[in-house]
T-cell receptor, first 113, second 114 residues
Framework: QKEVEQNSGPLSVPEGAIASLNCTYSDRGSQSFFWYRQYSGKSPELIMSIYSNGDKEDGRFTAQLNKASQYVSLLIRDSQPSDSATYLCAVNKPGTGRRALTFGSGTRLQVQP | AAGVIQSPRHLIKEKRETATLKCYPIPRHDTVYWYQQGPGQDPQFLISFYEKMQSDKGSIPDRFSAQQFSDYHSELNMSSLELGDSALYFC?????????????FGPGTRLTVL
């Protein structure tokens, strides 16, 4: 079992709809959670970070964290064709110091015009 | 805003050759991370440095080494290259302020081993 699990997709949504991306993680000691967007052949771009249970909103993006269920999600409202990309869920390895990220395999999102 | 700089952007090498990848972190970021991403795979952590000391080690082959210099830039040295080393190599940096470890990625170096 991978430490960070995501549905590989593709997740296809029509333009203007809400896209919902999900991620589960196995290490209960994980404390920091991140969503990155990656276009093909490009580098991961940080979209959201979340550390506390609940919701965190930034523009069209909302990250949700439920540590009891070891579940992180990303909602994208008013999806645009430019949102079509692979979305990587990343978790900070537990422990002190500047820890590395463990990534899920990514969910490919396709927004249909 | 300044971003992470990586050089070269593309590199083609033969098997058994050596390669050096360079990374310049965002100004005032003190931690550098190296990740390897193979085709169709997620990024895999290799090694990191905090204040010029090795901070964490992942799945870095013994053929690879890295260091962080006094100006905080980092270099990844790869020797005895193998076909399987062909991948995108990303450097990321973070400042770790307030315990937040947001990592920002550079554009990457695409290494092709022939």
């Amino acid at each position: 079992q991978k430490e960070v699990e995501q549905n590989s997709g593709p997740l296809s949504v029509p333009e203007g709809a809400i896209a919902s991306l999900n991620c589960t993680y196995s290490d209960r000691g994980s404390q920091s959670f991140f969503w990155y967007r990656q276009y093909s052949g490009k580098s991961p771009e940080l979209i959201m970070s979340i550390y506390s249970n609940g919701d965190k909103e930034d523009g069209r993006f909302t990250a949700q964290l439920n540590k009891a269920s070891q579940y992180v999600s990303l909602l994208i409202r008013d999806s645009q064709p430019s949102d079509s990309a692979t979305y990587l869920c990343a978790v900070n390895k537990p422990g002190t110091g500047r820890r590395a990220l463990t990534f899920g395999s990514g969910t490919r999102l396709q927004v249909q015009p | 805003a300044a971003g992470v700089i990586q050089s070269p952007r593309h590199l083609i090498k033969e098997k058994r050759e050596t390669a050096t990848l360079k990374c310049y972190p965002i100004p005032r970021h003190d931690t550098v991370y190296w990740y390897q991403q193979g085709p169709g795979q997620d990024p895999q952590f290799l090694i990191s440095f905090y204040e010029k000391m090795q901070s964490d080690k992942g799945s870095i082959p013994d053929r690879f080494s890295a260091q962080q210099f006094s100006d905080y830039h980092s270099e990844l040295n790869m020797s005895s290259l193998e076909l399987g080393d062909s991948a995108l190599y990303f450097c990321a940096s973070s400042s770790g302020l307030a315990g937040i470890n947001e990592q920002f990625f550079g554009p990457g170096t695409r290494l092709t081993v022939l």
